[in-house]
Each structure stands twice: as structure tokens, then as C-alpha cells.
């Protein structure tokens, strides 16, 4: 946070203060979600293995996973059209198909090739 | 530019923050959500099919049954009857079970040698063919087993599981511990179970199933839609964002106020997908097009444009369609009221959100890299320009074969069917149905509905009027059965007169050695003979203080209701209702309450709440279009296709056998709240076009080529929105979702085809009429 900034610009300072709220709120609630999870993974395991429990979660929240994957496949897509100017739905069909991870490995490979052509 | 718009701008971050403040906020209350699956929930308190039903239970019990079926071509066999015999304490002993009625526990009331004995109807299950065969007799001669607990074919036999009402029961852990102790006997018979408790927990199920894929399923069609339409991360993330903290707002709001989610109020998340991104989009679309066009090179230039642009139409889409939405507040259901509030809401935020949090992000993100590199879509504005340039020319033609469409429609509106009942939330053929037909085959039913009646009924004039209500419910096709304290006394009266069936009456007086007997005695000393347990379901009871005798002060009639429709059931009620109420005054004999009554009247609510939210909504979209274009004239072209769209929608539920139900009774609700944005936005834009100079014909075509196009983006992002219906586990949700989509595309037709035709043809006066101080 850059604190002379938090002086002269008000827009800043209220973000901030605003901010910290959401976040302090953000934290309970992932916190509260870590003891339930920590309590569900410490019980899963009781009627047989805790990787079929784990399976048996994923396959009842799929489509909450999905969802998930789908959101963090925009987000990496989204990175890779403002920060490596590359296009959207090229970048967000291969997060979807190739994994974010994937996709923006190839764009960095990509990027780095081009950089050393330009290089020699 | 409204000081609200100078304040988003001056203050970015802050807006931003706030709105995720308040998001973080309203999501630590969803956990807090609530499911309700009662049917009863549907109908406001104070109705008197619902305020009876809650005496009826604080009175005799629940009127909750839940009813275990076992199926087998030999069930009168020795193996088979000692098999099953563990079932009847098994299932007494489940939690929320108040007693349980079957074969096994069965009363036989016989008399002879001038005793009166009342004896189990089966002691021991017979090992002989020949005691098989004298049961069998017994059976039969009994009123109170035969046709009830055990099938007129003896192929069937029920346990009939009352439930108490003074504990607040878990329908799930009461359907759950049952099916756990059925589940040994299962094989090679057949076991169904049913009952309210069963469809409550199913539907409870359902609802959170449909929840669970709603919601995912519905963000990442739309995230694919957003992504193709605007090939950027931006114009995907913007409206996305406004969608999703729209929709916890509005869920956070509903949770404060301690609203349950229903079946009608599953449908808010996937409303608020379909219609919540519409604003971001024009906003977005408008941004992104100031770019390509290069009007603006400048960010906050291009924001002051695109919100000063759009401020009004956006402004007027976002009220047409709270005020549709709200018009729900009229209906009779409250589930329907609750979901025009909370949708109301839900439009109200993502329309705030999208003039304040939009523009605010939109201000510190970067520019696309690529945006300036658009171009305009020759091959879409040519299709426009011919789809224009048809309506115009044919505008005779197109309107009378909309009118005839209409009235073909409209004839077919008298067969539509209103059906309410539960059971029937769910597809032919799954288990839920198939266990509740086939008890309702063998039994009679797993419905019932009950009469009260007051006064002293040991008296045998009350027992006669009990007796007469009885068999005109007896006479009614759809009643299989009545039950009452009659039945019991008239047995008793018979066992008493050594089984002489002369005497299966209700007991007069009788004068014997000269002293007379009156009937209430004979009838009081008749009763003395059952137990509190074997009648406490039937009779309310209060002790006298003056004689510390035990008076029955209320009784009930209960019906046994085969399986019909609820339409069938609201005419039962009114038709019993009206016997009751032209023989009897409503102090003496209650109006018909029970769980099959509550169906009857969710029937007449749904008919009646339907008509009265359609008209409301159209009045209100007609007077706020008759401000905004400050004629009534144009209230009536807006209203237009619209009331079209209602016709055809009706009629097309008619003709595919799709029933008016809690949920499609909130169609044209949403219909009018959607689909009168296509017709303000027309009307707005073509009269804007006139009065720049052109003529009718070039205004249509600029019309369509200008706002047509974010009409039709519009129309099929809410049409993809309710796709998302179509895979629901309820069969109402899943026609609605079909129904949604034909009805929102009916008024895309109405708006871009038949209203151009219209206003080309009769060239309304408040399109065409001059301005002052211009043309």
C-alpha cells in the first residue's frame, strides 16, 4: 500500500479502507471454509479411503468445479490479451481445452521465441 | 452526465471497493439459506383452507400419513405374512411416527352371547391354507382393514404411518430411517412408500440438485456467449461481474429476510443470469464502439459518452422491467410475491451496478490492445436491412396472419389445464410417481381431505349429520373412502346386537321395561369399549369437570381422495363447500381443509394470481410507457405485441398439454417485465429517427440496423439464460424453461416485425406528430 498516496488521494484512501473490510470479511469466511474442509477431510477418510471421498465430492460438486475451472481459464485468458496482447478467444478456447497452466506456457514459449528472433 | 456519474468517475476505486464490500457482505449470509418444500408454504397464512388445516392438526394430530405398500402375488401365504409381520413395530418405532395402522394391529369389533369383544383381527399369522383362507374371510368382512390396509385383489397390504404434529419433524430423517427399515424386506416383493413427508424431502432434494447446476452451468454459458459476442476479456468479465454480485445480493437480501428458497424461487439466479448482463452489454457494446469507430481515443471521453448515451434507455429498460417483475407482488402465492420482489431487486442492483461499477472499472482497466482494429458487420446489417424492408411491404399480409395466429391461439386457451399437485413435479415413470400410483390403485390414495364438525358428538343427531356428510362424500366419484367416529360406532352397535347387521345404525332411543334409554347413553357406553389411542385421531376430546366424564367435542370426517387432478380437487372442495354450507352453518360443520384440499385452493390461487399479475403488469408497462412517450397511445403500441405474446404463449401451452403451474403462473409476469424492453427500445429509437428527418420506411431499416441489433443480442442472451432451465429435475421448471424461450422469443417477433409493420401502417401521432421548434 503506498502510503503518501493514502494522503493525497482520497479515492485511494476510501479503496482502502473499504478493502481492508472486504478482505478482513474474505478471510473469516475462507477461514471458516478451511476448518469446515479440514473436518470433512479428517472424517472422509473413516468409512473407506479419503481419495474416494475426495472423488465421490468432485463428483457431486462437478458442476461447481467446472464453473471454477471455467472462471480461472477467463482470468488466465484475460491476462494473456491485455498483458501479451494476444487474442482472447484463441487464449481462452486453449485454457479451456489445454488447462490455464498449459496456455500460458505456450504464449510465454511463443513470446520467448520471438524475443531471441528479434534478438539476432 | 448526472452528478452520480461524476462521482463514479472521480472516485473509481471506491465504487469498486464498496461494491465489494457489500458483495462480501450479503455472500456471509448465504449459508443461511433455507429450503421449503411445503406445500402449505404456497398459500398465505390467513386463508381458511390453510388456517383449518393447522387447527386440524393441533387438534387431532398431523394430518401427515406416510403410506409403506407391500406388492405380491402371494402375500396371503403363511411365509409371506410372517415375513412382513416386524414391519408394523419396525416402522412405530421410527421417530415422528405416532402409530402405525396395518394388518398386523387391525381391530375386528364382534359380538355375540350378549358380549362385545374387540380383538385383534389376526392373533398369530395362520399356518394352514384353511387359516389363510377364514383371514381372508375376516379381511373381507372387515370395513375398517378390506380396500384399506389390504387390496380388494389381496395382492397389496399398507401400513399406514401416522405422523404426530406436536414435534417439528424432519422430513428427510423421518423418509430416510423409513426406507432404512423397508429396506431388508424388499425382494422378492415389491415395497412402494409414499406420503407428503417423501414428495417434501424429494422435492427439497431437487431443488438443491437444480440449485447446484443452475448457477455453474448458467454463469459459463454465459461466460461462452459474452466471450463469442465480444472477443475480449473485458467485455466478459464487466457484465459477468454485475451478474454474479447481482445475484448475491439478491440471494444475501432474501436470506436476511428469512425467505425460503421454494420451486418458483429456484428460478431468481437463472433470471437474474438471462436479464442481469443485459444493461453491462449495451454499455459495453457502446464502449467498444466509440473505440472501433474512433470517436474517442481517450477513456474517461468515451465513459462520459457511452453513460450519457445510454443513462435513459438503460434507465428505462431497467424500471419497465422491475415494474413487470414487481407486478408479481399481486399474485396471491406468496412464493410468487417473494420471487417479484427479490427478481425486482435483483434487476434494481444489476442495472445500479452496471451505471456505477462498469464505468468505474472500465475507467482504471486498460484498453483492449486490438479494439482499434473493428470493423462493422456488412453480412448481419444486410439481413436486417431485407428482415425491414419485408415487414414493410407485407406489413397487411404480416399483421393479419399475426392476428389469425392470435385467434387461433386464443381459441385454444379454454383446454388449458391447471395442475398444482407435487407428485406430479416429477417425470412419468420415476419413482416418486410410480410409488404414489400404485398406492393410490390398491388404497385409495395417499390424499386425503377432512371435514370438522362441532358440537356433542356422542350425540347421535350429530353422529346422523356426520353420517350424512359421509355418504354425500361417498357418493363422489373421487372419494374412495370416509373415515370416521361413525364407522366405529355403528360397528360397535352391530357387535353389541350379537352381529345382528339390522343394527349397524347409530343408536336411537329405545324404551325398554319402560324406561327409556336414550341414544347419547347407549352411545357414550359403546365408545367405553375403544381405546383413547384408537380414536384420538378421529375425536377431540375434553374432560367433563362437573361428571369427570370424557366428552368428545369436536370429530373429524376424513376422505380418502383417489388420484386426480388438482383441478379436480378445487372442484371437490367448492362442490362439498357448497353442500356444508347450504345444510349446515360453518359453526357446526368446518369448510373442507386437509392436505388434498390445500391443492384445490393452490389450484384457484395459481388461476386467479395468474390474471390478476397479467393484468396488473400490463397496466403498469402501460402507464409507464404512456409517461415516457407522454401519450396513451403509445402505452397501447406498447402493449401490443406484448399481450400477442400472452395469447400465443397460452395457446402453445394449450396445444403441447403444458399446465398452468406455480411456476409457468409467473410467465407473463417475466415476460412483460422482459419483453417490453425490445418494444420501448424500438419505439424510442424509430421515433428518434423520424424526428431527425427520415420517413417511415428508412427509419425502420435504421432502426434495425442500429438498436435491432442489440434487441436480437439482447433477446437471445436472456433466451440462453433460461436454457439452463431445460435441465431441471422439475418437470414445471423444465416447461418453463421452453415456455420462457418461445414466449421472450414471440416478443423479439412482436417488436422487430409486427410493430414495424404496425407503426409503418397506421403511423401513430406520437411518432409522427411535429415537435415544437423542429420537425
Not at chain 1, 14 to 23: E, K, M, N, P
Not at chain 2, 629 to 646: E, I, K, T
Request: with cysteine; proline share 3%; aromatic share 10%.
Amino acid at each position: 500500500m503506498d502510503l503518501s498516496r493514502l494522503k493525497s488521494d482520497r479515492d485511494y484512501l476510501f479503496a482502502s479502507i473499504l478493502g481492508t473490510a472486504a478482505v478482513i470479511i474474505v478471510i473469516i469466511m475462507i477461514w471458516n471454509g478451511l476448518t469446515w474442509l479440514w473436518s470433512w477431510f479428517s472424517t472422509a477418510g473413516d468409512n473407506g479411503s479419503v481419495w474416494l471421498a475426495i472423488w465421490d465430492f468432485c463428483k457431486a460438486n462437478l458442476s461447481i468445479l467446472i464453473v471454477i475451472y471455467g472462471l480461472i481459464s477467463l482470468q488466465a485468458s484475460g491476462l494473456a490479451e491485455l498483458k501479451f496482447g494476444k487474442n482472447f478467444l484463441k487464449a481462452f478456447g486453449l485454457a479451456l481445452i489445454l488447462t490455464p497452466p498449459i496456455m500460458m506456457a505456450v504464449y510465454g514459449h511463443r513470446k520467448k521465441k520471438k524475443n531471441s528472433k528479434e534478438g539476432t | 452526465m448526472s452528478g452520480l456519474n461524476k462521482i463514479v468517475l472521480k472516485y473509481p476505486r471506491t465504487v469498486i471497493a464498496l461494491s465489494l464490500l457489500i458483495t462480501v457482505i450479503m455472500l456471509s449470509f448465504l449459508p443461511r439459506i433455507q429450503f421449503d418444500s411445503d406445500v402449505k408454504a404456497m398459500i398465505p397464512d390467513d386463508f381458511p383452507a390453510v388456517k383449518n388445516l393447522t387447527d386440524l392438526d393441533s387438534i387431532f394430530g398431523g394430518s401427515d400419513i406416510i403410506v409403506v405398500a407391500v406388492e405380491s402375488d402371494s402375500l396371503f401365504s403363511s411365509d409371506r405374512l410372517k415375513k412382513f409381520a416386524p414391519l408394523d413395530t419396525l416402522l412405530s418405532n421410527v421417530e415422528g411416527v405416532d402409530r402405525v395402522m396395518s394388518l398386523y394391529s387391525a381391530k375386528e369389533i364382534s359380538g355375540g352371547a350378549g358380549v362385545l369383544s374387540i380383538d385383534n383381527l389376526m392373533d398369530e399369522i395362520p399356518d394352514s391354507p384353511q387359516g389363510i383362507d377364514s383371514l381372508m374371510k375376516a379381511v373381507k368382512a372387515s370395513d375398517l382393514v378390506y380396500e384399506s390396509l389390504v387390496s380388494k385383489d389381496f395382492g397389496a397390504m399398507a401400513f399406514f404411518l401416522m405422523l404426530g404434529a406436536t414435534v417439528e419433524l424432519n422430513d428427510k430423517e423421518i423418509r430416510d430411517e423409513v426406507l432404512k427399515v423397508i429396506e431388508p424386506f424388499r425382494e422378492p416383493e415389491k415395497i412402494y412408500a409414499a406420503g407428503l413427508p417423501f414428495t417434501r424431502s424429494s422435492i427439497v432434494e431437487t431443488m438443491q440438485t437444480d440449485m447446484k447446476s443452475f448457477l455453474p452451468y448458467g454463469i459459463l454459458l454465459m461466460i461462452i456467449l459474452l466471450a463469442l459476442s465480444f472477443r475480449s476479456w473485458m467485455g466478459v468479465f464487466l457484465p459477468l461481474a454485475v451478474v454474479i454480485m447481482s445475484i448475491i445480493w439478491t440471494l444475501g437480501l432474501m436470506s436476511m429476510l428469512g425467505i425460503k428458497f421454494t420451486m418458483i424461487s429456484i428460478l431468481i439466479p437463472v433470471m437474474l443470469i438471462a436479464v442481469a448482463n443485459d444493461y453491462g452489454i449495451h454499455i459495453i457494446a457502446h464502449y467498444f464502439e466509440n473505440f472501433k469507430r474512433q470517436k474517442f481515443t481517450e477513456k474517461e471521453a468515451n465513459i462520459r459518452d457511452t453513460i450519457g448515451s445510454l443513462n435513459k434507455p438503460i434507465f428505462l429498460a431497467g424500471i419497465t422491467t422491475i415494474v413487470g417483475l414487481m407486478s408479481l407482488l399481486g399474485h396471491f402465492l406468496p412464493p410468487a410475491k417473494q420471487l417479484g420482489l427479490l427478481a425486482g431487486f435483483g434487476v434494481f442492483t444489476a442495472f445500479s451496478l452496471s451505471l456505477t461499477y462498469i464505468p468505474a472499472a472500465l475507467k482504471i482497466l486498460r484498453i483492449p490492445p486490438w479494439i482499434a482494429e473493428g470493423g462493422q458487420d456488412h453480412r448481419f446489417n444486410r439481413f436486417l436491412q431485407g428482415w425491414g424492408r419485408f415487414f414493410v411491404r407485407f406489413k397487411r399480409t404480416v399483421l393479419a396472419v399475426a392476428v389469425v395466429g392470435v385467434i387461433i391461439a386464443g381459441l385454444k386457451i379454454p383446454t388449458l389445464r391447471i395442475d398444482t399437485d407435487p407428485i406430479h413435479y416429477y417425470r412419468e415413470g420415476s419413482e416418486i410417481r410410480v410409488n404414489n400410483e400404485r398406492i393410490s390403485e390398491n388404497f385409495g390414495g395417499s390424499s386425503q381431505l377432512s371435514i370438522v364438525v362441532t358440537g356433542d358428538i356422542k350425540e347421535p343427531a350429530t353422529l346422523r349429520r356426520m353420517k350424512d356428510i359421509s355418504n354425500f362424500l361417498e357418493a363422489q366419484p373421487s372419494i374412495s373412502r370416509t373415515i370416521s367416529i361413525v364407522d366405529q360406532v355403528e360397528l360397535l352397535n352391530e357387535a353389541w346386537h350379537d352381529d345382528d347387521t339390522l343394527y349397524r345404525t347409530i343408536p336411537e332411543d329405545t324404551v325398554i321395561n319402560g324406561d327409556t334409554i336414550s341414544g347419547r347413553s347407549q352411545v357414550a357406553q359403546l365408545l367405553q369399549f375403544l381405546d383413547d389411542e384408537d380414536v384420538e385421531q378421529l375425536v377431540q376430546m375434553e374432560e367433563d369437570t362437573s361428571t369427570w366424564e370424557t366428552e368428545f367435542i369436536k370429530a373429524q370426517i376424513i376422505g380418502r381422495i383417489n388420484r386426480i387432478s388438482s383441478a379436480e380437487i378445487l372442484a371437490l372442495n367448492q362442490k362439498v363447500d357448497n353442500y356444508i354450507e347450504s345444510n349446515y352453518s360453518f359453526e357446526e360443520v368446518s369448510s373442507v381443509t386437509g392436505a388434498a384440499s390445500i391443492l384445490g385452493t393452490l389450484t384457484d390461487l395459481v388461476a386467479r394470481g395468474q390474471l390478476r399479475s397479467l393484468a396488473i403488469s400490463l397496466v403498469l408497462v402501460f402507464l409507464v410507457t404512456s409517461m415516457v412517450f407522454r401519450s396513451f397511445q403509445a402505452g397501447l403500441y406498447s402493449v401490443f405485441p406484448l399481450g400477442g405474446a400472452v395469447i400465443l404463449v397460452f395457446g402453445f401451452m394449450a396445444y403441447f398439454g403444458i399446465e398452468l403451474n406455480v411456476a409457468t403462473s409467473m410467465l407473463t409476469s417475466i415476460l412483460i417485465g422482459v419483453g417490453i424492453d425490445y418494444t420501448i427500445h424500438f419505439l424510442w429509437h424509430y421515433r428518434r429517427y423520424v424526428r431527425e428527418g427520415m420517413d417511415g420506411h428508412e427509419a425502420v431499416i435504421q432502426t434495425l440496423t442500429t438498436s435491432g441489433k442489440g434487441i436480437i443480442f439482447n433477446a437471445f442472451s436472456v433466451m440462453i439464460g433460461f436454457v439452463i432451465l431445460t435441465i431441471s429435475g422439475f418437470l414445471p421448471i423444465f416447461f418453463f424453461g421452453f415456455v420462457i424461450i418461445f414466449s421472450i422469443g414471440m416478443c423479439l417477433v412482436g417488436a422487430l416485425a409486427l410493430l414495424p409493420a404496425l407503426v409503418v401502417w397506421t403511423k401513430p401521432k406520437f411518432i409522427f406528430r411535429e415537435v415544437k421548434g423542429g420537425s
